[in-house]
């Protein structure tokens, strides 16, 4: 086990009905004018922005909103926010929506006490040291960006590729989540099944690591994985039931808030070669991870047969008394299977992707690496990802 | 899966060589002045307690000492310190040791800021809501109140028996804890071994639960108590195995910061019954458990058959095509082996409890909890009680 420091001082609130606590819980943390940011009418229509809206009025705390943010979060509505938080003298930025609503306030948060460009935090150029305080709402458990200190935005620039880069800093954890599973009762299957992939591959992300002597941590990962495989199916047959909805809610912020993570090295190359696909085609990334991690795994398993081979047997109940690379396959083409009864896309064409696009998608990935190889478990170059895509497209 | 709300701002150091950050940390959250408090002489003698000073000098941070804190700490060394907080303007206490040492900093940082009798928050006069910060040097990994809101305190009377008393509050979760794994590898093989009981025990209590449909912190749990069977047994045979050490400190804290007992209910009777026997022969609270949690559950198993099945399973790999119930019991006996390979009692006799107190036990059990059932899983009245304690003394 590695050495660590952690922290994690988001307040969370869970359960039904905890989106009417937001007022009183901006008025204990001090909040005396508000943001309120959100997504593209989903959350007027259900009137859940309205029961939030009302409880920040309830408690007398002045607030302006600023919707319109889209799936795949982008810079131009950041620089709008940061605009209007400093005309508006906003002191506390709520989130209301998921994964791409939390990260694009959590930029404009960020941005607002900057005095510099704030994407200079996503091309490497600036570190996140202060930002305005931040609450969410969770609506999608996907992300877990409502108890990270992640954040993920795409530059669009006239011509040339949308750039997707990720950005983060202990000063854009959450300070309090408000989450209530209820609200992801009225999900599409389909974004039902991305968050669940994005779940399970912000722990396999760090599951699969050289760090020895992590079976703290393993168990851990195993947990959550094991918990997201058993009830992914429910929610999608059945959007209503509560235990589903609740134990995937949970799942969502254990996955990625790095208590599962702690002392051992993780990954991260699939995520980054799923953001040029989200990038250059704006899928969703649950779907392009769906594609993606298959193929990774097939590509990198080799450098730790054991560790597929634990995988096989304490997340997919694998027989493991054969060749440890057939075994690895095993678990791989189990977990394919899986994603696909989500009706989850396990290929390039399914989600619409191009093969002749391959050299194009390396070229932007390695341009946000600075031409350094990606991944912890095993680095990639320009090369080896290529044959990941390249797989990904069979 | 129950409402829940959730905060934990402790920082955690982990790793080697980490307790000699203790005064950059202190100087980081503010202390002025600071009471470092100790147990029997264990830290000092292995230097401990040295690098712990230096760390604080060198930040030139002034602080008083106190040691001499026992294995089931009592109330006249907190009502000293208490005092000597008073007298030296104290606002942080640091606490270097096991359980007993961070429970005496905790009732003594709560004691300091309130006007009556601190023993007014043990008895349950009182609450605690505010103390001075409180941080740690773990040595033992056990009680995990480290990162918990407990404290457990003996009092002392001149005729009358121990009582032996929980309290917390938010207000003495620490604010940051030191862990260095190396700080066990001198721990006696049986200290080893009561710890990892009572890391286990902390899970099970929240495991047994009658709140339906918590898989994740079913699994969360689960994650915590293979860690801890895997790692105990390397533990005491290698004591200076640093993947065992690590693995173990980690669950321990894991163990008893809520965080895998969120949503659900608990049942704690098991460590209250416990407590007794601490109080009654001053045997370790481990050791206790090991006595009392396999005869607990002999006498509630047949509450939720279906969960027992489960432990079986995951927990203790056991085959479970039978009988609900004789699996059930095959579980507890198998628990009860892995307790008696590590060399810990598994019944009164062992423990040097006697079957003639059990009248006195059950007693000042049921005057410490005002006459009322003990346990959430099963509410225990005193007859209960006392057929659990008539099977431990089997």
């Not at 400093?86 to 989130?95: G, L, N, P, T």
């Not at 990954?267 to 990774?296: I, K, N, Q």
């Not at 031409?371 to 990639?380: A, E, N, Y």
């Amino acid at each position: 086990m590695l050495n660590f420091s952690f922290k994690r001082a988001t307040e969370y609130v869970f359960g039904k009905g905890v989106e009417t606590k937001a007022g009183e819980m901006l008025k204990k943390y001090g909040a005396t004018k508000v943001l309120v940011h959100y997504g593209q009418g989903s959350v007027v229509r259900s009137g859940l922005l309205a029961r939030v809206e009302d409880s920040i009025n309830a408690v007398g705390i002045p607030y302006v909103s600023l919707g319109g943010v889209q799936p795949n979060p982008v810079d131009k509505l950041v620089y709008e926010g940061i605009e209007l938080c400093r005309k508006e003298s906003v002191d506390f930025v709520i989130a209301v929506g998921g994964g791409s609503v939390i990260d694009s306030a959590k930029a404009i948060a960020a941005g607002v006490l900057f005095g510099g460009d704030f994407w200079d935090f996503y091309s490497g150029k600036a570190e996140m040291t202060k930002a305005l305080p931040i609450a969410t709402v969770l609506t999608i458990p996907a992300a877990g960006s409502e108890g990270s200190p992640s954040t993920v935005i795409n530059k669009i620039t006239g011509d040339g590729p949308i750039e997707k880069r990720g950005s983060g800093g202990d000063c854009v954890v959450p300070t309090f989540s408000l989450l209530n599973p209820e609200l992801s009762y009225t999900l599409p299957s389909y974004q039902t099944a991305c968050g669940a992939v994005d779940i399970m591959a912000h722990v396999m992300e760090r599951y699969f690591t050289n760090t020895p002597d992590v079976e703290i941590t393993d168990r851990l990962c195993e947990a959550v994985l094991l918990t997201v495989i058993k009830h992914a199916p429910t929610a999608i047959a059945q959007p209503e039931n509560y235990a589903a909805r609740s134990n995937i809610y949970w799942a969502g912020t254990v996955a990625h808030d790095d208590s599962i993570g702690l002392g051992r090295e993780g990954d991260w190359a699939t995520h980054l070669m799923e953001h040029e696909l989200s990038a250059l085609y704006g899928v969703a990334h649950g779907a392009g991870l769906a594609v993606m991690f298959p193929a990774w795994m097939e590509y990198v398993c080799e450098q730790d047969l054991d560790r597929f081979v634990r995988f096989a047997k304490n997340v997919w109940n694998i027989d493991c008394e054969g060749d440890k690379k057939a075994t690895a396959m095993k678990a791989i083409l189990t977990m394919k299977d899986f994603f696909k009864s989500l009706d989850m896309p396990t290929s390039f064409a399914e989600l619409g992707a191009k093969k002749e696009d391959i050299d194009k998608l390396v070229e932007i990935l390695f341009k946000g690496s600075g031409g350094k190889p990606i991944g912890g478990f095993v680095k990639l170059a320009e090369e080896d990802a290529r044959k990941v895509y390249e797989i990904a497209a069979r």
